[in-house]
T-cell receptor, first 113, second 113 residues
């Protein structure tokens, strides 16, 4: 049984560019959340989606956006990249409802130069 | 604002010893407290979790102790092994906030053989 899969695993972008990160949740999981983990810190919540609707948003600028597709996969988009956006971007998959166990993918390492 | 404070930032323990990591939270609405283990270059892996209706939960060599009145919880790793060397994160979430995870800053554990 496949876990949470994220692509790409590594990415290098230039300041001002745009990036799209992708996530496929565990089969049967309907909710996807995105987190940003800066080196040496704990993950910070960015977005939560369930049934294609945004259910939560963290304290991130409007340059960050996301969406969820009918198959429950998700994309995170970041526009006008800044050096400070360099981080590990994590996708977490949950069933939703009372079951709150969140399972993370291996992440996408984004480096902005 | 940091709603979950984790300490220590790092610790070194001898093989066979006990590793103890502490977390304190502020939001009394939190109702789910997981611990995650993260190896370099990997996403966080769910280790063990507890809800505030119990004071202790044990799974193998890992034990969570929970003190609701003090708003604190801790992870004990018994008989620590070199393979336990990793960064550990405590986290908290609430149903009211859609179960988004708020993480502590992390503790880097090194188990010396």
């Amino acid at each position: 049984d496949a876990g949470v899969t994220q692509s790409p695993t590594h990415l290098i972008k230039t300041r001002g560019q745009q990036v799209t990160l992708r996530c496929s949740p565990i089969s049967g999981h309907k909710s996807v959340s995105w987190y940003q983990q800066v080196l040496g810190q704990g993950p910070q919540f960015i977005f939560q989606y369930y049934e294609k609707e945004e259910r939560g948003r963290g304290n991130f600028p409007d340059r960050f956006s996301a969406r969820q597709f009918p198959n429950y996969s998700s994309e995170l988009n970041v526009n006008a990249l800044l050096l400070g956006d360099s981080a590990l971007y994590l996708c977490a998959s949950t069933l939703w409802g009372l079951n709150t166990e969140a399972f993370f993918g291996q992440g996408t390492r984004l480096t902005v130069v | 604002q940091q709603q979950v404070k984790q300490s220590p930032q790092s610790l070194i323990v001898q093989k066979g010893g006990i590793s103890i990591i502490n977390c304190a939270y502020e939001n009394t609405a939190f109702d789910y407290f997981p611990w995650y283990q993260q190896f370099p270059g990997k996403g966080p892996a769910l280790l063990i979790a507890i809800r505030p209706d119990v004071s202790e939960k044990k799974e193998g060599r890992f034990t969570i102790s929970f003190n609701k009145s003090a708003k604190q919880f801790s992870l004990h790793i018994m008989d620590s092994q070199p393979g336990d060397s990793a960064t550990y994160f405590c986290a908290a979430s609430s149903k009211a906030a859609g179960n988004k995870l708020t993480f502590g800053g992390g503790t880097r554990v090194l188990v010396k053989p």
